[in-house]
């Protein structure tokens, strides 16, 4: 079951906020958050696991409600750099699953100066 | 981390034919997947190559169609066979590396056009 993405699309202007959620209709073991930009492949941005800790990277950080079986991505004080279209992955336990990714169907974030 | 390299990044094919794309990783891994990204979407998990077993693929994708090969632990192929327009997509190999194996890394993409 693919992970729903919200919002689909962003305007931002450089320094602003933006927060992109990932929800899924089943439990979650883990979820990775990407970044692609256009004509690019997704670049890893981080992972959150179940019982882990909310992580941060720079002025990009993430929570992981396990119980809502949703995550979110905090992007603050934007720059131009982090145009692209976001995309959560939802990961499962281990065994032969172990490395398949489900995404959701990514959202565009704009930058302006 | 993981460097992938990933051939051919572009091509126009007829359809009909059939297409090998390359992927070779610079350190051995496990498992590598493949994925498709129609225009303008999301990425979908196409199968899980492993070294010395037969592939494994996802609801919607069969061997026939998508014959993969997986001769070591840092090479794969995927073939798009008997190709349509419907099968104009970016294909995308990925491994799994990082602190304990939990970060994706992906080639740069093999974007296909089918005419």
């Known amino acids: 079951q693919q992970p729903v993405q919200s919002p689909q699309a962003v305007i931002l202007r450089e320094g602003e906020d933006a927060v992109i959620n990932c929800s899924s209709s089943k439990a979650l073991y883990s979820v990775h958050w990407y970044r692609q930009k256009h004509g690019e492949a997704p670049v890893f941005l981080m992972i959150?696991?179940?019982?882990?800790e909310q992580k941060g990277h720079e002025k990009i950080s993430a929570s992981f409600n396990e119980k809502k079986q949703q995550s979110s991505l905090y992007l603050t004080a934007s720059q131009l750099s982090y145009s692209g279209t976001y995309f959560c992955?939802?990961?499962?336990?281990?065994?032969?699953?172990?490395?398949?990714?489900?995404f959701g169907q990514g959202t565009i974030l704009t930058v302006h100066p | 981390s993981a460097v992938i390299s990933q051939k051919p990044s572009r091509d126009i094919c007829q359809r009909g034919t059939s297409l090998t794309i390359q992927c070779q990783v610079d350190?051995?891994?496990?498992?590598m997947f493949w994925y498709r990204q129609q225009p303008g979407q999301s990425l979908t998990l196409i199968a899980t190559?492993?070294?010395?077993?037969?592939?494994?693929?996802e609801s919607g994708f069969v061997i026939d169609k998508f014959p993969i090969s997986r001769p070591n632990l840092t090479f794969s192929t995927l073939t798009v066979s008997n190709m349509s327009p419907e099968d104009s997509s970016i294909y995308l190999c990925?491994?799994?590396?990082?602190?304990?194996?939990?970060?994706?890394?992906f080639g740069q993409g093999t974007r296909l056009t089918v005419v």
């Open positions: 190559a492993n070294q010395g077993s037969e592939a494994t693929y």
């Open positions: 350190s051995q891994v496990t498992m």
């Open positions: 959150l696991l179940k019982g882990g």
């Open positions: 992955g939802t990961g499962n336990a281990g065994g032969t699953s172990y490395g398949k990714l489900t």
């Open positions: 990925s491994v799994m590396a990082g602190p304990a194996n939990t970060e994706a890394f």
